[in-house]
């Protein structure tokens, strides 16, 4: 009998790669999504296998799932800087009213749940490289502050049902990741500059672009949260790729990968409450994982922009 995951953002940019990484390691899976920023297109290569169910469901909604269930990954949220600008309840209402729907489902069913939290916790961080021991620097009421208190709540609710309930609980904190299926118009630094790149506009550097961030492919992030779903740590474990650039030199490297883009870069103004800096320090995840990054930037942005090179050739 293969044993059953529940992913809550199922048809989502992360989401859609655990499926298939899921089904790979031989399990029934269940993906759940609400389709207000998923796309039914990143699993649709799925459908018809008798392993794969899509529901369409809000799972700030009372989840209902018959039968076993053995895991849960909770990866549905709003997780661009527009997205949760534009849907600043959805993205509140899924990070603490979703999770607490998902964390009484786990302690029901007896599964254990991983969650997705993010380096936004950290907010514009005043320790660098992260530790998983930094307690973060965020403005409650800023912009940002939607996603990043939602994830917070969702961090202090899912260790109160660790503690107070004996669910078997994983955090992970994810930093900047990217890989085929991230949405083009997501408005996040990668796919804004490689659409502009792709449609010779202007590549939109926000600030004077010395704030940095650090860029994890897709795969080795799937691997991360596999092998933590899989340990016995419970407090949160820090994925993502340490090799730390400026916005700036990223938008000139996505520049010289497109040389056939007559687009220039151009300075914009930087958004409130922008973190200056980001980097994770991984040796938690080295010392209990086992694991790194494998794939360098180069590498994976060349199998990003094809697979964003496809993606806007084809008819809208
Ligand atoms: N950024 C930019 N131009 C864009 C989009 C983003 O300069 O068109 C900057 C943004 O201000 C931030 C960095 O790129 O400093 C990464 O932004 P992203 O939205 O990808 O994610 P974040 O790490 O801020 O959540």
Redesign the pocket.
């Known amino acids: 009998m293969k044993k059953t995951v529940l992913i809550t953002g199922g048809a989502g940019f992360l989401g859609s790669h655990l499926c298939d990484r899921m089904l790979a390691e031989g399990f029934r899976v269940i993906a759940m999504d609400n389709l207000i920023t998923g796309n039914a297109d990143n699993i649709a290569h799925l459908m018809g296998n008798p392993d794969f169910e899509f529901v369409h469901y809000d799972i700030t909604n009372y989840v209902h799932i018959a039968g076993d269930l053995h895991y849960i990954l909770h990866f549905a949220s709003p997780a661009?800087?527009?997205d949760y600008l534009k849907l600043p309840i959805q993205t509140m209402k899924v990070g603490a009213l979703g999770t607490h729907k998902i964390l009484g489902l786990a302690r029901a069913k007896g599964a254990r749940v991983l969650v997705a939290s993010t380096s936004?916790v950290y907010g514009d961080p005043l320790e660098h490289p992260q530790t998983e021991g930094y307690w973060g620097n965020v403005n409650p009421i800023g912009f940002r502050g939607v996603y990043d208190e939602a994830k917070r709540f969702m961090e202090a609710l899912t260790m109160a049902y660790h503690r107070y309930h004996g669910v078997e609980t994983r955090i992970i904190r994810i930093f900047?990741t990217y890989g085929p299926r991230m949405r083009l118009d997501d408005?996040?630094?990668?796919p804004?500059?490689v659409g502009q790149a792709l449609r010779n506009e202007p590549?939109?550097?926000?600030?004077d672009?010395s704030?940095t961030?650090s860029f994890c492919y897709v795969s080795d992030l799937v691997e991360g949260i596999y092998r933590l779903l899989m340990s016995n740590e419970t407090e949160p474990v820090n994925i993502g790729n340490p090799a730390e650039i400026t916005?700036l030199q990223f938008?000139e490297e996505i520049l010289r990968l497109l040389p056939e883009s007559t687009s220039k870069i151009e300075l914009?103004p930087?958004?409130a409450d922008?973190?200056k800096v980001?980097q994770p320090n991984i040796d938690k995840a080295r010392a209990l994982l086992g694991w790194e990054p494998k794939v360098g930037r180069a590498e994976g942005l060349e199998k990003t922009l094809d697979y964003f090179k496809q993606t806007v050739k084809q008819p809208a």
Not at 203 to 207: E, K, S
């Open positions: 661009s800087p527009i936004e900047n408005g996040r630094a990668l804004a500059f590549l939109t550097v926000f600030g672009g704030q961030r916005i938008a914009r930087l958004p922008d973190p980001r």
